[in-house]
């Protein structure tokens, strides 16, 4: 599994002297390790017993997350965090490529359609869309969709 968190290392420390100008909110105390625990492929409800809080205090702080950063989903918040970590990344080549029906899912994922309108667009069932987007997980190492947009946009797959 790769370490999804080490790379956004160079991420936080931007990010947190950026934020050092700005007045801080309570709720902004949760941003760094939460995103560093979906980096590593925690789920929420493991989230929320580390940080010992509820599940849906975490779910709350990643929408909240979701709209600092302008992502629609969690698959984008990782492409986000990918690219803000290296603005210049040069694609490390996945040795498996994706089919161009798993690229159509991944692009649709990315621009933040939802796997039901993605399911109608492409005539095929949202559980077909779900068992792509699982089948791209597994081949990428993902935990979670944070990490496969994060892998999406370090691999070239995007």
Known sequence: MQDF????????????????????????????????????????????????VSERTIQRHVRILLAKVGARNRMQLGQILACRSNPHPHPQPHPQRLTEFDAQILKMLLQGQAESAIAETLSVSRRTVQRSVKGMMSRAGAANRVQLGWHAQRSGWI
């Open 5 to 52: 968190a080490g790379e956004a290392a160079s991420l936080f420390a931007a990010q947190s002297r950026l934020e050092a100008e700005s007045p801080r909110r309570r709720s902004d105390t949760f941003d760094e390790p939460i995103l560093r625990l979906l980096l590593n492929g925690v789920p929420d409800k493991a989230i929320a017993a580390r940080l010992q």
